[in-house]
């Protein structure tokens, strides 16, 4: 029995265009794909214009990190290394008790090992970790992937400044409240100035 999409030949599509048929289809879409825009990247002759927050590598911001060691916890891939001491900081009044501070020994990223997903940037409570759109950082030796906190010191420079927020848009809460806490400090700062003017003045002026 004879298959209906068949040719004679067995061949899809049969004889219906003939040789010259498909020579000119075939021409055609050459023709088409010869004008078409490409959108291959010349890199690394020309860079990629990528996006100001893409996900290229982690920046540390150390003087920022208290070691608390929350992004290294919540890592999936157990790729930052961290290493800390106590030290003890003097009572900042007399009487008071001396505090303990945690002191960052070591900060680490094994490169080879992240994925990118930045859960570490999104746990970091105190604004230590950022992403930097800089990815040209490959190694010949993976060894080499792993950077140490100079290095990723380093990045900062190239973290864009935050973006400003919507037009409109609702005041996160952390703003109104450390709005509210420079206002008291500021009207205790006055306060004491006026104070201090009030008892430099001579006894006959007050
Ligand atoms: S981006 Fe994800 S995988 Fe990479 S260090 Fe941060 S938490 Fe770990
Ligand atoms: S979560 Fe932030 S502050 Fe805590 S150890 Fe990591 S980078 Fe440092």
Not at 12 to 30: I, Q
Not at 78 to 88: L, N, R
Not at 181 to 206: F, S, V
């Amino acid at each position: 029995m004879t298959n209906p999409q068949h040719d004679d030949a067995g061949s899809p599509g049969g004889h219906r265009h003939g040789v010259g048929g498909g020579l000119v289809s075939g021409l055609a879409t050459t023709a088409r794909a010869l004008v078409r825009h490409t959108h291959t990247q010349e890199y690394p002759d020309v860079r990629p214009d990528l996006p100001p927050r893409s996900r290229g590598v982690i920046a540390l911001l150390a003087e920022n990190c208290t070691s608390c060691m929350l992004c290294a916890r919540e890592c999936p891939d157990w790729c930052i290394y961290i290493e800390s001491h106590k030290e003890e900081v003097p009572a900042p009044e007399p009487g008071g008790r001396p505090r303990q501070k945690n002191v960052l020994d070591r900060f680490a990223i094994d490169f080879s090992l992240c994925m990118y997903c930045g859960i570490c940037i999104e746990a970091c409570p105190f604004d230590a970790l950022f992403w930097s759109p800089e990815f040209e950082y490959a190694e010949f030796d993976i060894r080499d992937l792993l950077h140490e906190s100079d290095r990723l010191e380093g990045w900062m420079a190239s973290v864009p400044p935050p973006s400003l927020p919507d037009p409109g848009a609702v005041e996160a809460k952390e703003v109104g409240v450390a709005r509210t806490a420079a206002d008291k400090a500021i009207a205790a700062y006055e306060a004491t100035l006026a104070k201090e003017r009030e008892e430099d003045r001579p006894e006959g002026e007050r």
